[in-house]
T-cell receptor
């Protein structure tokens, strides 16, 4: 049972344009959603998060949008840069209290920025 | 240390052998997680420690897998009688997760240990 889904395995975007990565989830009990970025031979690194009580969170070039009724979130990167080429994972968790704070990950989307 | 350190970075073993993978978390991080990432998949949760105790081991696939964290810092993931299907990258992560804290639980990952079972 895949609770967090990323249906696009790959995405190519021209440098300077907007990259939009999508994620769907099934568990309405999730309280937080996070995006991680992974380069080859490295561990995933945290990018940005959003609480389930918000619909938008912005950090520099990165913005995450949450549509709770549709159980859908997206990561927008603008403008896209060659260094953004990586695999992006969507993750979700419960409240950071003892017991339900482990992250559940999607399968990832490989983003390629074309110079 | 400055980051999460995992050793070995690569391990090749034969089917049936015993393997230990080590994780050294960020100093002061009380929570430690093990994940497994197979090719083309996202990280899959295995086990989580809060201090020395395993708070959630629901992701361990079977009793060949075991993990310890005896002093609340370094952790070792142990795999007995390895099988070819155990081949994957084993990721360790740590966080400052504090009981009762609010906010997203941000995990910091190590680079992983790539296990290949021949």
């Amino acid at each position: 049972d895949q609770q967090v889904k990323q249906n696009s395995p790959s995405l190519s975007v021209q440098e300077g344009r907007i990259s939009i990565l999508n994620c769907d989830y099934t568990n309405s009990m999730f309280d937080y959603f996070l995006w991680y970025k992974k380069y080859p031979a490295e561990g995933p690194t945290f990018l940005i998060s959003i609480s389930s009580i918000k619909d938008k969170n912005e950090d520099g070039r990165f913005t995450v949008f949450l549509n709770k009724s549709a159980k859908h979130l997206s990561l927008h990167i603008v403008p896209s840069q060659p260094g953004d080429s990586a695999v992006y994972f969507c993750a979700a968790s419960g409240e950071a209290n003892f017991g339900n704070e482990k992250l559940t990950f999607g399968t990832g989307t490989r983003l390629t920025i074309i110079p | 240390g400055a980051g999460v350190s995992q050793t070995p970075s690569n391990k090749v073993t034969e089917k049936g052998k015993y393997v230990e993978l080590r994780c050294d978390p960020i100093s002061g991080h009380t929570a430690l997680y093990w994940y497994r990432q197979s090719l083309g998949q996202g990280p899959e949760f295995l086990i989580y420690f809060q201090g020395t105790g395993a708070a959630d081991d629901s992701g361990l696939p079977n009793d060949r897998f075991f993990a310890v964290r005896p002093e609340g810092s370094v952790s070792t993931l142990k795999i007995q009688r390895t099988e070819r299907g155990d081949s994957a990258v084993y990721l360790c992560a740590s966080s400052l997760n504090r009981q009762g804290a609010s906010g997203a639980n941000v995990l910091t990952f190590g680079a992983g240990s790539r296990l290949t079972v021949l």
